[in-house]
């Protein structure tokens, strides 16, 4: 594949690899804030398939970060212009919108078919169930969350269960974020971190293994965890 | 000494969890913490004791998309 819109990704992917990415079929579930900076990345990266599940329309709330949402489509679903933008962005790729919530009864349905799943969810609790389902599914999972200045990333291969040390026993709270709001910029820093974890694990490039980066914009700091192996949490996720 | 969040601190006799999360003002109304890759759950704050050398983990608690 010598496509010139892909120039510029040579030579940090080789045009073997550029081939490869336009085979691989990813799916994101949540269309929102990390969501939509995820499908621009990976769409302009050459990745072939691109499902965005996400049952949600745009509110103006959303406009402080939604890379997808615009005044004009305010009340359109999500996904749909998920659809629509990379139509316009890059047309080789081929996006499968799905309006609907994940849930544990449709979930291996949803992620059926892909080489990697993307964590762009806004609750705990899905993430649990998207985990249980990429275990299940035996495919990596990349996950990413925000609050306020500060972002958190961890690449999960399959029954690491990585989310269970991360959340502990905090598998109800609602995330701080309904405290701090979420800014533009901490959802374009976590994204595009998880864009290079998803480009890594797709061209099977390794990754650093149970590695959790937080990632903090207000004191310009990035912090990287070894998650341990062994855990005394109680928690174990939801089947 | 001890480690927090990957950096080196300064560690006193008869420190708790609780005490160590006042002292650096982690302020998110929901953390994790991990002593030594123990986790700690949070009604075990006050007595949880940290002993020189030990390696505590604080994360807050995010889950925006």
Redesign the interface.
């Known amino acids: 594949m010598e496509l010139e819109r892909y120039l510029r990704n040579q030579n940090a992917i080789s045009p073997q690899e550029q081939a490869l990415l336009a085979q691989k079929r990813v799916v994101i579930i949540?269309c929102?804030?990390?969501?939509g900076y995820l499908l621009e990345q990976l769409g302009r990266l050459g990745v072939g398939f691109i499902r965005v599940v996400d049952p949600d329309l745009f509110e103006e709330s959303n406009l402080n970060r939604q890379l997808l949402s615009s005044t004009p489509n305010l009340g359109k679903p999500k996904v749909l212009a998920a659809k629509h933008r990379m139509l316009a962005v890059n047309p080789l790729v081929e996006v499968d919108a799905i309006q609907v919530r994940m849930t544990a009864e449709n979930a291996s349905d949803l992620l059926a078919g892909c080489d990697l799943v993307l964590?762009?969810?806004?609750?705990?609790p899905d993430?649990f169930i998207l985990q249980q389902a990429a275990k299940t599914a035996q495919i990596p999972l990349a996950h990413?969350?925000?609050?306020g200045w500060?972002?958190?990333v961890c690449p999960i291969l399959p029954g690491q269960d990585l989310l269970n040390?991360?959340?502990?026993?905090?598998q109800e709270?609602?995330?701080?974020?309904h405290?701090?709001g979420?800014l533009a910029f901490t959802?374009g820093l976590t994204a595009s971190l998880m864009a290079a974890i998803s480009l890594q694990t797709l061209l099977n490039k390794g990754i650093p293994e149970r590695k959790?980066l937080?990632l903090d914009a207000q004191k310009l700091e990035f912090?990287?965890?070894s998650l341990?192996v062994?855990?005394?949490?109680q928690w174990v996720g939801r089947d | 000494m001890i480690t927090v969040n990957t950096e080196e601190s300064p560690w006193h006799e008869g420190m708790t969890v609780r005490a160590l999360l006042d002292e650096k003002v982690f302020t998110f109304r929901h953390i994790i913490v991990r002593v030594n890759g123990e986790y700690v759950a949070e009604e075990e704050y006050d007595r949880h004791a940290i002993n020189d050398g030990d390696d505590v983990m604080v994360l807050h608690l995010m889950a925006g998309g």
């Open positions: 949540g929102g804030g990390l969501g964590d762009a969810l806004d609750n705990i993430r990413g969350a925000v609050a500060q972002g958190q040390l991360i959340y502990g026993d905090c709270y609602s995330g701080e974020e405290e701090t979420t959802v959790l937080l912090t990287k965890f341990p062994s855990s005394s949490t």
